[in-house]
């Protein structure tokens, strides 16, 4: 029984002494691969970081090439172009100087005995070849001079024996071609400077002078109307050329202020006939000239491009929803008295309403399609041009307060009001013209309603 036992527990304890060999066995095996895989990635590093080290090394040198090869390029350019200007220099001395009229004329100076041979026709030639002769090696002074010249033409000095004297020229013995060149732009440059400022000169007191001759036309308007008045100023300007049309652009109060304090005016564009009316009472302004020019019409808008079914003041109770201005506003109680007149005020009350402050309000409903449809004066969609569009414009004078402009002239008091008449008459001629209604209209105005 003893041995039976004794050989269990040896075979036990052997397979336990395998087990834990082949345990340690293994993890000797999962080291040695770990380190493997380990070196196998840091020797593929070091090589990728050698390959890039290379390539930046061979990127540097072929840059470095590069630049020197351009800078031998440019050397060997600039050599050769001293060469060739060197060359043109020492061709163009050795033309002059061998020349073979030149060199007769030295040799006919000479005869067996040393006597000077004088001939008359030549002399001026060849003393004017000297003399070039000698501007060249002065210019030239590194080519090699002959060793000697003949005395009675000394290079500074005139011969004795020549019976006239070259005549002198005017332009200096020594000259660069290009700064000859330089000089004569500089030249041309200063006297078309100077034809410039003539004419500029010329110009202004021309303009001066038109100014002095424009009669002047001082029109008052109301701020409301500055975009329409200054491009009417400017129109009619260029159809009137000895007209120069003044503005004058204020609030209402502080045109009327100006006038009741004297201040000059020949036309007058307000937007209250009570003013207007008292200034004609006080005999500041004709009575008769007061006159309608423009509304500012009531109209009916929707969002820029909109798809709105209504066309019209009578469909607006088919819109699915509508904003107007408060009754307590100007606007508010136009847009009632229109709606009212048109019988459809009690429909549009039952309608999806919204009441806001004023016109800015309205328009931002719209444009925003927090809203259908609205109503605002002319010159308020005008201003929102881009944002909204009108549908469409309420008839004249369908209410009690329409919005009116008019216009009204001075008081002929003394005689150089009275010469302007013809002038301001020719004015207000124009404002009822269709050029002028198309201004108007382009600001929301409509220039339609009878005085």
Same mark, same amino acid.
């Given at each position: 029984?003893?041995?039976?036992?004794?050989?269990?527990?040896?075979?036990?304890?052997?397979?336990?002494?395998?087990?834990?060999?082949?345990? %340690?066995?293994?993890?000797?095996?999962?080291?040695?691969?770990?380190?493997?895989?380990?070196?196998?990635?840091?020797?593929?590093?070091?090589?990728?970081?050698?390959?890039?080290?290379?390539?930046?090394?061979?990127?540097?040198?072929?840059?470095?090439?590069?630049?020197?090869?351009?800078?031998?390029?440019?050397?060997?350019?600039?050599?050769?172009?001293?060469?060739?200007?060197?060359?043109?220099?020492?061709?163009?001395?050795?033309?002059?100087?061998?020349?073979?009229?030149?060199?007769?004329?030295?040799?006919?100076?000479?005869?067996?005995? !040393?006597?000077?041979?004088?001939?008359?026709?030549? #002399?001026?030639?060849?003393?004017?070849?000297?003399?070039?002769?000698?501007?060249?090696?002065?210019?030239?002074?590194?080519?090699?001079?002959?060793?000697?010249?003949? #005395?009675?033409?000394?290079?500074?000095? #005139?011969?004795?024996?020549?019976?006239?004297?070259?005549?002198?020229?005017?332009?200096?013995?020594?000259?660069?071609?290009?700064?000859?060149?330089?000089?004569?732009?500089?030249?041309?440059?200063? =006297?078309?400077?100077? %034809?410039?400022?003539?004419?500029? @000169?010329?110009?202004?007191?021309?303009?001066?002078?038109? @100014?002095?001759?424009?009669?002047?036309?001082?029109?008052?308007?109301?701020? /409301?109307?500055?975009?329409?008045?200054?491009?009417?100023? =400017?129109?009619?300007?260029?159809?009137?050329?000895?007209?120069?049309?003044?503005?004058?652009?204020?609030?209402?109060?502080?045109?009327?202020?100006?006038?009741?304090?004297?201040?000059?005016?020949?036309?007058?564009?307000?937007?209250?006939?009570?003013?207007?009316?008292?200034?004609?009472?006080?005999?500041?302004?004709?009575?008769?000239?007061?006159?309608?020019?423009?509304?500012?019409?009531?109209?009916?808008?929707?969002?820029?491009? !909109?798809?709105? =079914?209504?066309?019209?003041?009578?469909?607006?109770?088919?819109?699915?929803?509508?904003?107007?201005?408060?009754?307590?506003?100007?606007? !508010?109680?136009?847009?009632?008295? &229109?709606?009212?007149?048109?019988?459809?005020?009690?429909?549009?009350?039952?309608?999806?309403?919204?009441?806001?402050?004023? /016109?800015?309000? &309205?328009? /931002?409903?719209?444009?925003? @399609?927090?809203?259908?449809? !609205?109503?605002?004066?002319?010159?308020?969609?005008?201003?929102?041009?881009?944002? &909204?569009?009108?549908?469409?414009?309420?008839?004249?004078?369908?209410?009690?307060?329409?919005?009116?402009?008019?216009?009204?002239?001075?008081?002929?008091?003394?005689?150089?009001?009275?010469?302007?008449?013809?002038?301001?008459?020719?004015?207000?001629?124009?404002?009822?013209?269709?050029?002028?209604?198309?201004?108007?209209?382009?600001?929301?105005?409509?220039?339609?309603?009878?005085?």
């Amino acid at each position: 029984m003893k041995k039976k036992i004794m050989g269990i527990c040896t075979a036990v304890l052997l397979a336990a002494v395998a087990v834990v060999w082949k345990y %340690q066995s293994d993890r000797s095996r999962e080291t040695l691969s770990d380190e493997k895989i380990q070196t196998e990635q840091t020797a593929r590093i070091q090589q990728i970081q050698t390959e890039e080290l290379e390539e930046s090394k061979e990127t540097e040198t072929k840059e470095t090439n590069t630049k020197t090869t351009d800078k031998e390029t440019e050397s060997e350019t600039q050599q050769k172009s001293l060469i060739e200007t060197k060359n043109k220099k020492e061709t163009q001395t050795e033309e002059e100087t061998e020349n073979p009229e030149y060199q007769g004329s030295l040799i006919q100076r000479k005869n067996a005995g !040393g006597e000077t041979v004088t001939d008359p026709q030549t #002399e001026e030639t060849e003393w004017e070849t000297l003399r070039l002769d000698s501007l060249i090696r002065r210019k030239n002074p590194s080519e090699t001079e002959p060793e000697t010249l003949p #005395e009675q033409f000394p290079v500074d000095a #005139e011969p004795e024996t020549l019976p006239e004297q070259p005549p002198a020229s005017t332009e200096p013995e020594t000259s660069d071609p290009d700064q000859t060149e330089t000089q004569r732009q500089t030249e041309t440059q200063r =006297q078309t400077e100077t %034809q410039r400022e003539t004419e500029t @000169q010329k110009q202004t007191e021309t303009e001066t002078e038109e @100014q002095i001759q424009k009669e002047e036309l001082y029109l008052f308007a109301t701020a /409301a109307l500055e975009q329409t008045a200054d491009e009417i100023k =400017q129109l009619y300007e260029e159809k009137n050329p000895n007209i120069s049309v003044v503005l004058n652009i204020q609030e209402e109060n502080v045109l009327y202020e100006e006038i009741q304090n004297g201040q000059p005016y020949d036309v007058y564009l307000s937007s209250s006939l009570e003013y207007l009316q008292t200034l004609a009472r006080e005999e500041k302004l004709e009575e008769d000239s007061i006159q309608v020019i423009a509304e500012d019409p009531i109209v009916l808008i929707q969002i820029e491009d !909109g798809d709105s =079914q209504v066309s019209s003041f009578e469909q607006i109770p088919q819109a699915q929803d509508f904003t107007i201005a408060e009754s307590s506003t100007s606007l !508010g109680k136009a847009t009632r008295e &229109v709606l009212e007149n048109f019988g459809i005020y009690e429909q549009v009350t039952e309608m999806d309403l919204s009441e806001v402050g004023n /016109a800015n309000a &309205v328009m /931002a409903a719209v444009s925003t @399609q927090s809203s259908e449809l !609205g109503i605002v004066y002319g010159t308020d969609a005008a201003n929102a041009q881009g944002l &909204v569009e009108v549908i469409a414009k309420a008839p004249e004078r369908i209410t009690s307060e329409p919005v009116y402009y008019y216009c009204g002239t001075a008081k002929e008091t003394d005689e150089s009001r009275l010469e302007k008449t013809d002038k301001t008459s020719e004015f207000l001629q124009y404002l009822e013209s269709e050029e002028a209604a198309e201004i108007f209209q382009k600001y929301g105005f409509s220039c339609t309603v009878e005085s």
